[in-house]
């Protein structure tokens, strides 16, 4: 048996979120390269140690390397989570292609603000704090899942 998937031509505008997550991909890898260079961590180390680190610290170095710890892990955390982003944008976009690429346009605004307030230099950060700007990302993703089950029962013909 044969499935033929026709997309609406609003289908676009899911590309076109999907295609936006590549380049806030690439956001990250240029925020986190700024803050590996101005804490002088060199390749390949992953992480400064947090012997090294402090988010506190009148120390510039000791600062330099607690923001690149946060620069690496809000990019790690975002390819963590690609991934479903991705399926789930993309699959349900087939049945809901304006309301898939609306919240996933608010994940992608979402996982920026995460990004910025997770490595930025103000008082606000001092613990990694500066993260939860962004943390409500996590509800258009669940959107986009529900929006992806439901795809799958309409294509199921249920």
């Given at each position: 048996m044969s499935l033929t998937v026709t997309v609406p031509n609003e289908y676009g505008y899911v590309v076109l979120v999907a295609t936006g997550s590549f380049v806030l991909n690439i956001y990250h890898f240029i925020l986190t390269s700024k803050h590996r260079k101005l804490a002088k961590i060199p390749y390949p180390t992953a992480y400064a140690p947090t012997s090294e680190c402090s988010p506190t610290t009148t120390?510039?170095?000791?600062?330099?390397?607690?923001?690149?710890?946060?620069?690496?892990?809000?990019?790690?955390?975002?390819?963590?989570?690609?991934?479903?982003?991705?399926?789930?944008?993309?699959?349900?976009?087939?049945?809901?292609?304006?309301?898939?690429?609306?919240?996933?346009?608010?994940?992608?605004?979402?996982?920026?603000?995460?990004?910025?307030?997770?490595?930025?230099?103000?008082?606000?950060?001092?613990?990694?704090?500066?993260?939860?700007?962004?943390?409500?990302?996590?509800?258009?993703?669940?959107?986009?899942?529900?929006?992806?089950?439901?795809?799958?029962v309409q294509l199921l013909r249920l």
């Open positions: 120390d510039a170095s000791g600062r330099a390397k607690y923001l690149f710890n946060c620069a690496q892990r809000a990019h790690a955390n975002f390819i963590e989570s690609q991934p479903t982003f991705l399926a789930s944008l993309l699959i349900s976009g087939i049945a809901f292609p304006l309301v898939s690429a609306g919240l996933g346009s608010a994940w992608l605004v979402g996982r920026t603000l995460y990004a910025r307030g997770y490595t930025a230099d103000n008082e606000k950060n001092y613990d990694g704090r500066g993260r939860l700007v962004g943390s409500w990302a996590s509800a258009p993703i669940l959107g986009l899942l529900g929006l992806c089950a439901f795809t799958g």
